[in-house]
């Protein structure tokens, strides 16, 4: 009879949580595989034996927030309104964020690499962003790059959402912030 399998699914999921929380709450660089490991009840030959690094889980944490927020955003329908749908595809966005606050705390908190310019893929949270926009352009409703016109429209959007998630905006504050700010941005790259 061989040994129980102690590594399964279940440590996985919980150290995928236990990722997750810290990520959450703490600097990237001050999580440790040792931290990891006991947030999840495990030892800290799971982390190795599961994902083969601690980067490996931190690399999961965060292409599972990109999939969730990528599913809220491509649920969006696209309408003969470009611009409606971006104000559309802000509200999934901050709702997600809201929902799902550790997970985008995981995936946006800290210092992230970013290449605007680089290859957007089919499963990209801002394919549908971009998506819109291309749309927006085809039909003159928007003017400029649509590379320029993303990363301007997320500023504003992160921005909201993140002080709203610090609680440094109340819901009522952060809710005409958003009423206002988003159609404002949208508004200044109309045609």
Do not use: C
């Not at 997600?96 to 990209?124: C, E, I, K, M």
């Not at 912030?177 to 109309?190: D, E, H, K, L």
Request: glycine letters at 8%; proline letters at 4%.
């Amino acid at each position: 009879m061989g040994r129980p399998k102690t590594n399964d699914d279940t440590v996985k999921e919980r150290l995928v949580e236990s990722a997750t929380e810290l990520l959450a709450t703490r600097p990237l660089e001050s999580i440790t595989v040792r931290a990891l490991a006991t947030g999840a009840g495990a030892a800290t030959a799971a982390v190795y034996t599961l994902f083969g690094s601690k980067d490996a889980l931190i690399a999961e944490v965060r292409g599972r927030a990109a999939a969730g927020l990528f599913r809220e955003l491509s649920a969006v329908p696209a309408t003969d309104d470009p611009l409606a749908d971006l104000y559309a595809l802000a509200s999934a966005y901050r709702r997600w964020g809201r929902v799902h606050a550790h997970l985008y705390a995981a995936l946006f908190g800290g210092v992230q690499t970013f290449n605007p310019s680089g290859a957007v893929g089919t499963r990209d949270p801002v394919a549908p962003l971009l998506n819109a926009i291309d749309r927006a352009l085809a039909s003159a409703k928007l003017a400029g790059d649509a590379t320029t016109i993303a990363l301007s429209l997320w500023v504003t959007l992160h921005g909201i959402v993140t002080l709203e998630l610090a609680g440094a905006l109340n819901i009522g504050t952060a809710e005409k912030t958003f009423q206002s700010a988003i159609p404002a941005a949208i508004r200044g790259w109309t045609a």
